[in-house]
């Protein structure tokens, strides 16, 4: 079966048509920047875009940076807060032929990763990690989802965890690798010390980046890059829409 899947990252909003029973990509991915104020009318449009960019007639996955609970969002870290408590399924119901279905950007990032790449037959707890312009968590007992986890807003130092050490954070404060990644392990050490995971997955933009940093992280658990990269996102929020009685 193939699904358009789409990433709506705080910065860019990227698709591709995805092949669900292999999770490759049918056709080179298209990224268009996160419309600013991120409002549900100027991201609808963007997924217009999309559509009309492959001309998709079928189904649509979209993973979305935000708690989604009975198809409401419940939070807006990096989008218009005008997102709160919308119905996104109605809404996008409304606006599009297409089915389209909505998962937590993370989470959509780990059914990929869990199902053909790094996480891939694991056995025990698996905690995928999406650093970017915030930071997403999916949580995963052997194949098992538990949804909407929002590790990324731990406390740390009095902060909230992506305030300190996404890469949003590390551009804007002109980090060095060394101390972005300490401020990172420090993340880690604390998802560690509360939930004793496996294997961690670097998801997001950072899956690319990690011989800049792997270095300096400190844990017991096995760390590894998404094997997809930042396309994560696209291809599980793509599978999502047909597993997504299970997740
Ligand atoms: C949101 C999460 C999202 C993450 C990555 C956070 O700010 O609260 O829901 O998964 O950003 O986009």
């Not at 999309?50 to 609970?69: D, Q, Y």
């Not at 053909?116 to 999406?130: D, E, H, M, V």
């Not at 300190?164 to 590390?170: E, I, L, P, T």
Request: proline content about 3%; charged content about 20%; some cysteine.
């Amino acid at each position: 079966m193939q699904v358009l899947g789409i990433d709506i990252g705080g910065s860019g909003i990227k698709g591709a048509p995805v092949d669900c029973t292999t999770g490759k990509l049918l056709d080179e991915r298209l990224r268009i920047e996160t419309p600013l104020p991120a409002t549900p009318i100027a991201i609808f449009k963007t997924i217009h875009k999309l559509i009309n960019h492959f001309k998709w007639t079928g189904n649509i996955g979209c993973g979305f940076p935000a708690v989604i609970t009975d198809n409401i969002v419940r939070t807006a870290s990096n989008i218009d807060k005008k997102w709160i408590g919308k119905n996104i399924s109605k809404i996008g119901g409304k606006k599009f032929q297409n089915e389209i279905h909505f998962i937590n950007d993370a989470d959509a990032a780990g059914i990929a990763e869990m199902k053909f790449g790094s996480g891939a037959n694991s056995s025990g707890l698996t905690i995928l990690i999406t650093v970017g312009t915030g930071i997403g968590t999916a949580l995963f007992y052997k194949d098992k989802l538990i949804p909407n986890t929002e590790l990324g807003h731990l406390i740390l130092n009095g902060k909230i965890a992506e305030h300190f050490a996404s890469d949003a954070v590390r551009k804007k404060e002109n980090l060095s690798w060394k101390k972005w990644a300490l401020r990172f392990n420090h993340y880690l050490n604390e998802i560690e010390r509360l939930l004793w995971p496996d294997q961690i997955i670097i998801g997001g933009g950072m899956s690319k980046k990690t011989n800049k940093f792997l270095k300096y992280i400190d844990v017991r658990a096995k760390v590894l890059p998404a094997s997809f990269k930042n396309e994560a996102g696209i291809i599980g929020a793509a599978l999502a829409v047909n597993n997504f009685k299970l997740v």
